[in-house]
């Protein structure tokens, strides 16, 4: 697990290490300037290169002047400009533009007409909210028009350490070395794609800064995150969990049989598909493994199932160990009567996909009856129906309103997008997720995702670990079907595929 922080958190850690742990501003310089050196020396080899340091003011400004001096040093040849008077520079970063001065090295107030190999962006560091303008604008272009090797300092210069929003203009870095924490911005869109190969150092602050105050934000970068439930030995089928999962429609079966696929990739023991008679003949040959109990709904009175399935129904809720609804059941009578049944009867931990959220957003079917552990998957147009708002308010809030939706509606909420996010009302805790790709934009693929995350709950997952755990192994099954057959040609039965052999290595 690694932390995301906020521009308001990093200050404040940045200040406790100084004030409280006692390091002083001016060896963290040193040692930001001395990882990022070591990070650029790795990808751009020792041998000396001519370099370009184009510095601001602040203290980002400074981390780039110790840079040039500590390349220069290396015998690399150096060319340092200073955006802005020294007079209006950081203490620290003055004692920078002094330190070179003692070396020899003349400060360029513009950015002189030469070839370089290598520049370092340390213009703005994660402070900067306002739009980039004037001299700072210009010095942002020339370096995008450069054909050199461009490392950023922290943050790439223009990009908003929060939201990942572009200030007008930003640097377009091939690699960014960021210090102590990835900061959010990093990861988010449109920021995350002007930051290259994003490499964070430890340089002085780390948890002993957080002084009891930990971030908000977190993700998941590599397996060893992944803690998938334990499979006893002397286990059975029943014991590894049974998924109800109510899905498809008359004809419709697709995305019941995705869904139930991806149930027992994850490990489920059991699974039972409720959906139309329509479908038995299909889900029988498509997916064996699985049983199926169907519904007529030309035997339905009103909104009312004939007794027969209402029956069977029931002996299908008492057996399971949780609940999938929603993928592909439409929104007539006998979805809603299905759902309105989950959410007001049931105590099992359950997940509500497509055309649940659907009912729920049209307020066919109440949510405030439900218990708890309810897990909602909506991508951005079900979130805005769910929450009275624009696709475009949902993508530019994308920090803020699953959260408060999961506040709203007392569950887990699962806000699917380039970079998906989870929120649960009982925790502060965020999730923002890394792993995928553009492949996995395709039909089918949040199918997939909602049975795998009723996998991980039907064996006895906490839910909101589930839903965390589920998404990141989405998108690292995404990412290994882009790997095997493209973004382009990738479907979503190429994640499922694929999970046989990621799971095997976690």
Known sequence: MEYLVTQAQMKQYDKNTIEYLKIPSAVLMERAALVTVEELLKEKG??????????????????????????????????????GSPAK????TRLQTEILARYGVRLYDTIPEREY????????GIGLTREIEGIYKDAIEAINGMKAYVCSVDIPSGIHADSGKILGCAVKADMTVTYGFYKLGEFLYPGTEYCGKIICRQMGIDEYSFLGKKPVWYTYTGKNDVILPKRKANGNKGTFGKTLIIAGSDNICGAALMAGKSVFRMGAGMVRIVTSCQNREVIQQALPEAMVTVYDTTLWQADTPDAAFISAFLEAHEWADCILIGPGI???????WMLRYCLNESTLPMVVDADGLNLIAAGRVDMAAHKENVILTP?????????????????ENITVYPKKLSEKMHCIVVCKDARTVVAASENEMLYLNTSGNAGMATAGAGDVLAGMIAGLLSQGMDAEKAAVTGVYLHGLAGDMAADAHGEYSMMATDIIEELEELLKTC
């Open 117 to 124: 190999d290598i520049v370092i962006d340390a213009i703005f």
């Open 46 to 83: 020792n041998a000396p290169q001519k370099a370009l340091i184009v510095a601001g003011c602040g203290n980002n400004g400074g981390d780039g002047l110790a840079i040039g001096r500590l390349l220069m040093r290396r015998g690399f040849p150096v060319d340092v400009v200073l955006l």
């Open 379 to 395: 991508h951005l147009l079900e979130f805005a129906r769910l929450a009275g708002c624009s696709v475009k308010e949902v993508s």
């Open 330 to 336: 439409g929104t007539g009578q006998e979805a809603q």
């Open 89 to 92: 520079c950081s203490g620290e």
